[in-house]
Nanobody, 127 residues
Framework: QVQLVESGGGLVQAGGSLRLSCAAS????????MGWFRQAPGKEREFVAA????????YYADSVKGRFTISRDNAKNTVYLQMNSLKPEDTAVYYC????????????????????WGQGTQVTVSS
């Protein structure tokens, strides 16, 4: 497993942008599919975006498609989530996750198999 630490959350006005980062420990980071999830107060955790081990494939929830971009830098053991045109409904704790699963399975299960999780970072979007 890898250890994951998220950063970059904060308070932003609607329409603004934030970039989240997730730093991973371990020498095998480049073999892991990575994902971002979020959990709003009183709601279940939901899938946001995922990226394959190489970075060549990405997948997004419909609610963020066209506004959020997931990327990774395997040399830095880091995955990013660029969030643009933020809305109040994007307010949540955002979690980074990782696992050695096929990207096809990540897509079909929306990351339900991810086994390593970070502690989360709060994103608050004011109206």
């Amino acid at each position: 497993q890898v250890q994951l630490v998220e950063s970059g959350g904060g308070l932003v006005q609607a329409g603004g942008s934030l970039r989240l980062s997730c730093a991973a420990s371990g020498r095998t980071f480049s073999s892991y599919a990575m994902g971002w999830f979020r959990q709003a107060p009183g709601k279940e955790r939901e899938f946001v975006a995922a990226i394959s081990w190489s970075g060549g494939s990405t997948y997004y929830a419909d609610s963020v498609k066209g506004r959020f971009t997931i990327s990774r830098d395997n040399a830095k053991n880091t995955v990013y989530l660029q969030m643009n045109s933020l809305k109040p409904e994007d307010t949540a704790v955002y979690y980074c996750a990782a696992d050695r699963v096929s990207f096809r399975r990540v897509v079909t299960t929306k990351g339900a198999d991810f086994g390593s999780w970070g502690q989360g970072t709060q994103v608050t979007v004011s109206s």
